[in-house]
């Protein structure tokens, strides 16, 4: 693995060599290295960031495998992933972890004659279709969650996502809580091993798919649904309610977390509590060390964090991501305060 | 040059030392060169192996013979890549070697000069896209083409056969193995045509005018005056099509439908060992998952060096058949 830590670091190097011959940066770049799901809007706040303050960030989306190597390897400032670190493997390395930007996961649907979000589902009958055990659209299961719809009895065309992604995470870990045969057939990760449907890569792969086939159903993030214009299903959540997915049921979903009280803030989103809650919601996390060699970087690093928490809410809502409520973001950088300091046990973060 | 020599003597051979020199400096230099191409391919084939030892150790043979590729419990088996790799390149070459051969041919024995440039230039252009775009092209012309228009005619025709009807069953989701067939076979086919026209031209003209001269038909002179003439290099051309075959991965990870799956139909999705590993490379967060995954790109290298061991021993035995 060295080998390839090494290989993934070496354009993050050369970025940093190439600054310090070019010398016109006021100070160096924040670098930073993992999940693809959060780029857009940490490329946005990148960007805006750089305007107010000079100081510009250097995010390799590498995939969140990627980004949890390298700041083990600690070739960047900080890591990101879609899926929380356990508690274990964060004291393990003694890093710290964050939730920094929410999104969703949505089941899109191609079904004739029905209008979106005017088809409801719920998490076991989802998990009985992504083990092909559902293969009609009119089976009782779904008619009975749907009374007064018109189902057609077309066959359902179940469509995955083939590259590991926290979506994929999300979906699965979403499907594991809500059935036991899902979770003991298939079970949950970035990439599993789907017992039916074909594989469509990227959310721009899934969405086409559902697109082109009729009778399908696929799973994207949130911002492609509505973007896309696509059909979409209504899911019903933990409290045995009707919800549909958007910027609100996400907040829902952060807001009746317990984040107080989880290590790590390890909380995923799915399956959470509460009436309004979108069943599968997920955050995605920042990663630290806790003693960090570099205290100049490492403050810039968290003061970008911090502007992102007060003032990058707006572009993450145009992105259609879903900021993290203010109460959880005092509690992480409480968090800061406490846990990430230089040599001589300073926190490195001052405010 | 007599002269020369008594007038200047001293001079002449210190030159002739320098030259001596200078060849001696070139030979190494370039045989430097060289031999940084096998300490780079060494280098390569050792930090693959490095990189692949846990998960060869783990699962040993059956890793070869498994069809599970299992993330969550950590269970991988390479049979479900292989077989989609070797299935998807077979298609390929069933394409790509006849169109390529036909296309070829026409350029060097009956077409019209005027069109002669232009047509071998497009053949060329199609070897310069980048294999991205074969794939966006592939998953949003080809395949809802093949889905509504292609599939649903194949499965009602070939697929009511008895034997070959069982490649063309299940339903139409215009991506699968057979897709990602057909777009590598257009990738591999300015390969073989621009090395097989090239071999073609190398073909004597008095050779080929004498058996026209004793009547024979375009496809008598091709068969048995061309193309034994040209077997080392057509078989070269087909093999370097073939290798891009076995390795390419942005096109086929597109329309391939990547499911860990063997499947008897054509029309269902498979993977290949490539689109696994770009598929998957990227959130591999357990050790022994990246070191499956870098296990099958030694695989893919194995397959690979046999398929190119294979090429060379039956091109010598062909070489050795016609010497006797």
Known sequence: ?351 | MADLIIAEPAATLSRAGRYQRQDRYFQWLTGGFALFVLLLLGGIVLSILDGAWPALRQFGFGFLVTETWNPVTEKFGALAPIFGTLVTSIIAMLVGVPLGFGIALFLTERCPPVLKRPLGIAVELLAGIPSIIYGIWGLFVLAPFLQHHVQPFLIDTLGELPWIGALFQGPPYGIGVLTAGLILGIMVLPFITAITRDVFDTVPPLLRESAYGLGCTTWEVVWNVVLPYTRAGVVGGIMLGLGRALGETMAVTFVIGNAHRISGSLLAPGTTISAAIANEFTEATGDLYTSSLIALGLLLFVITFGVLTAARLMLRHLERRRGA
């Open chain 1, 1 to 351: 693995m060295g080998i390839m830590s090494r290989f993934l670091a070496a354009p993050v190097l050369a970025a940093l060599v190439g600054f310090g011959i070019a010398g016109v940066a006021p100070a160096a770049d924040i670098s930073g290295a993992g999940a693809t799901f959060p780029y857009p809007v940490y490329a946005k706040w990148a960007d805006s960031y750089k305007k107010e303050t000079g100081t510009g960030l250097n995010y390799q989306s590498i995939g969140s495998g990627g980004g949890i190597k390298q700041i083990k390897a600690k070739t960047v400032t900080f890591g990101a992933s879609d899926a929380p670190l356990k508690e274990e493997e964060l004291k393990q390395d003694a890093l710290v972890q964050w939730p920094m930007i929410m999104g969703g996961a949505v089941p899109a649907i191609n079904v004739p004659g029905l209008n979106p979000g005017e088809l409801t589902l719920d998490g076991p009958t989802l998990a009985r279709m992504y083990l092909g055990e559902i293969t009609k659209w009119n089976d009782p299961a779904i008619a009975a969650l749907n009374k007064g719809v018109k189902l057609p009895s077309t066959a359902i065309a179940v469509v995955y996502r083939s590259d590991g992604s926290g979506t994929n995470f999300l979906f699965t870990n979403y499907l594991s809580k809500v059935s036991k045969d899902f979770e003991g057939k298939v079970g949950a990760a970035a990439s599993v091993q789907w017992p039916t449907g074909i594989g469509a890569k990227g959310n721009e792969g899934v969405a086409n798919m559902v697109k082109q086939t009729a009778g399908a159903i696929g799973y994207v993030e949130y911002a492609y649904v509505k973007q896309n214009h696509m059909n979409y299903a209504g899911l019903i959540n933990a409290a045995g309610k009707k919800v549909q997915p958007d910027a609100k049921s996400f907040q829902a979903a952060a807001a009746n977390a317990d984040w107080a009280h989880t290590p790590g803030y390890a909380v995923i989103l799915t399956n959470q509590p509460g009436a309004e809650s979108w069943p599968i919601t997920g955050a995605s996390f920042i990663l630290m060390h806790e003693k960090v060699e570099d205290p100049a970087a490492a403050a810039e690093a968290l003061k970008f964090f911090d502007w992102a928490y007060k003032k990058g809410g707006k572009e993450a809502e145009a992105l259609d991501y879903v900021p993290m409520p203010a109460s959880v973001a005092d509690m992480v950088r409480k968090t800061w305060a406490a846990h990430i300091k230089d040599a001589n046990g300073k926190p490195v973060h001052a405010g």
